[in-house]
Structures are given as structure tokens and as C-alpha cells.
């Protein structure tokens, strides 16, 4: 039996064709482009930072430098001590998964399967914060912030806030409720008959069957937070609290050389880089099934 030729947007038919041809190497050719555009500028960095000084400022530039000593990735880490940035971030990451994870997920789930009275006007608000500018937004939440709620609290010097803001991320709630649209109706209604409340209808089987999409929400979520500067650079204050993104930040003023900023840069991104590799099937899967209904 002959094995089915599929190319995505191109059928079997079309790549039989010279212009069915001539298209799927065009889009070869955009992508292998887009790729390079893409990864260079990595590299670039990565190179950058085996370079001392006089070689970074040389004219013309050079891509290679002269030599590539791999115990200086080793010496920037411990002369930086990046490890208690990690330590602060991964934190500051984790507790914002978790918040969009549960909040977000019941919250797309109330909204999808218990659908109740004013749903539809929560969710026309929803798409309407959504278009509404961050900058908005700074003034009052910091206000809320450093008094909070009836308490009077202060939440500043704390992660509290990044977590309570991951908890409202109206995105995370619409992919939540767009995949829990498609789960069959079958199988709540056989929990239902069997009994089954509401919650347990949701641990039972709504959260087993949404791995992908928690995978998905999870992952953006924890990239997204590995990024953060603004807020953590205002709400938080205390040194022993930095994040890496603050802490980029902070390096420009110190006595660090530029090859050190280079590698610093680049000691950032590795997160993100390594969750992405490790976890991008879930994310292709994930974002397929959360936002086509059925």
C-alpha cells in the first residue's frame, strides 16, 4: 500500500503538480530564511561573550572571536552569583503557575461548562480588558498593591502580586475555556447521572483529558514570568529578592565588562529555550486544541 504524501497545505494532487513543487519550496526556502534570521542573533550573543573587550569593539566585527574558553561561562556564573537570580525567578515562576493554572483553568471551566447567569456579559468584558493598555492599569494596581483590600497590607517586597496578577490572565482563561467548549457533553452528562458533583466532574475527568492544554498554559506562562522586569522592578525593592530581568537591568550600571553582559544575556534565555525544546509538543498540541472548538 502506497504511503499518503502529505505536506500540510499541499495534497497529495498538488505536489504532483510543477507549481505544487515550486510552492513547497518556496515555503521551504521562507522558512530556512526565517530560521536564520531567528537563531544568528543567538549565536551571535553566545560568541560575543567568549570575546574580551578589545575584540567586542573591533572594526570590522567578527563573528568568531579568537578563542573559546568554555571555564569563562563557569567564572561569570560564580563571580555574578546568577544562582540566587535563577533561585528568586524560578520562585517568582513557579507560584505564577500555579495561580494561572488553577485560577485561570476554574475560571474557563465556570465559564464553559456551568455557564452561569451574566457568563456571556463576563466574557464580552474579557475580550474588552483585553484590548484595554497596560499602562492603564499601573497606577491602580499599585495602588492596591501597597494597601491592599480592607486589610490595609502591604504586599510590596513580595512575589505576592506577580502571583495574584498571573491568577487574572485573561488569555489563559479564554484558551482554558475554548478546549473545555470541546470535551463531549457525553461524558459529563454519564458523571452527572452517575452522580457526580460539579468539582469532581472537573478532577475527574475534565483535568485528565486537559493535559495538553495545561501543559500549553503552563509553559507561557512560566516563559513569560522567566521575563519579567517591569513589575518586579516595581514592586520589589528588596536585594536579596532580584530577579533576572531586574538584575540585567541593574548590570548596566555596575562594574562588569561587556563579555560579561553578553553571557549574562544569554544565561537568561537558557530557560526558556530548554522548557521550549523539552515541551514543544505539547505546546503545538495544546494551542491546536484550545482555540478550535469541537
Not at 502529505?6 to 498538488?14: F, P, T, V, W
Not at 568554555?70 to 535563577?86: C, G, H, I, S, T
Not at 484558551?175 to 470541546?182: L, P, S, Y
Amino acid at each position: 500500500m502506497k504511503k499518503s504524501f502529505n505536506k500540510g497545505i499541499l495534497s497529495d494532487s498538488d505536489m504532483k503538480k510543477p507549481s505544487g513543487k515550486l510552492i513547497y519550496g518556496i515555503i521551504i526556502a521562507l522558512l530556512v530564511v526565517m530560521s536564520i534570521i531567528v537563531v544568528v542573533p543567538v549565536l551571535w550573543l553566545l560568541l560575543a561573550g567568549f570575546k574580551d573587550v578589545q575584540e567586542l569593539y573591533e572594526i570590522p566585527a567578527k563573528f568568531f572571536p579568537k578563542k573559546i574558553e568554555l571555564a569563562k561561562l563557569w567564572r561569570v556564573w560564580n563571580e555574578m552569583k546568577f544562582y540566587r537570580f535563577y533561585i528568586n525567578t524560578f520562585i517568582m515562576a513557579g507560584g505564577a503557575v500555579a495561580a494561572t493554572v488553577v485560577v485561570d483553568g476554574l475560571a474557563g471551566y465556570t465559564l464553559s461548562r456551568l455557564r452561569p447567569a451574566g457568563s456571556r456579559i463576563i466574557m464580552t468584558l474579557l475580550f474588552a480588558l483585553m484590548l484595554m493598555p497596560g499602562t492603564m492599569r499601573t497606577v491602580p494596581l499599585y495602588m492596591t498593591f501597597k494597601s491592599f483590600s480592607i486589610f490595609k497590607i502591604s504586599l510590596l517586597d513580595s512575589f505576592i502580586p506577580i502571583w495574584i496578577m498571573a491568577a487574572a490572565d485573561i488569555f489563559s482563561i479564554i484558551m482554558f475555556k475554548n478546549f473545555f467548549d470541546g470535551i463531549s457533553d457525553s461524558l459529563v452528562e454519564a458523571a452527572t447521572i452517575d452522580g457526580a458533583g460539579n468539582m469532581k466532574i472537573f478532577f475527574k475527568i475534565i483535568v485528565p483529558l486537559s493535559v495538553p492544554i495545561i501543559m500549553t498554559v503552563a509553559i507561557f506562562s512560566f516563559n513569560g514570568q522567566m521575563g519579567q522586569f517591569f513589575w518586579p522592578y516595581l514592586l520589589i525593592g528588596d536585594q536579596s529578592k532580584t530577579v533576572l530581568g531586574v538584575q540585567l537591568y541593574k548590570m548596566k550600571g555596575g562594574n562588569y565588562t561587556q563579555d560579561y553582559h553578553m553571557l549574562a544575556i544569554l544565561f537568561s534565555i537558557v530557560p526558556q529555550v530548554v522548557v521550549f525544546l523539552v515541551f514543544q509538543r505539547f505546546i503545538i498540541g495544546g494551542v491546536n486544541v484550545g482555540g478550535v472548538k469541537g
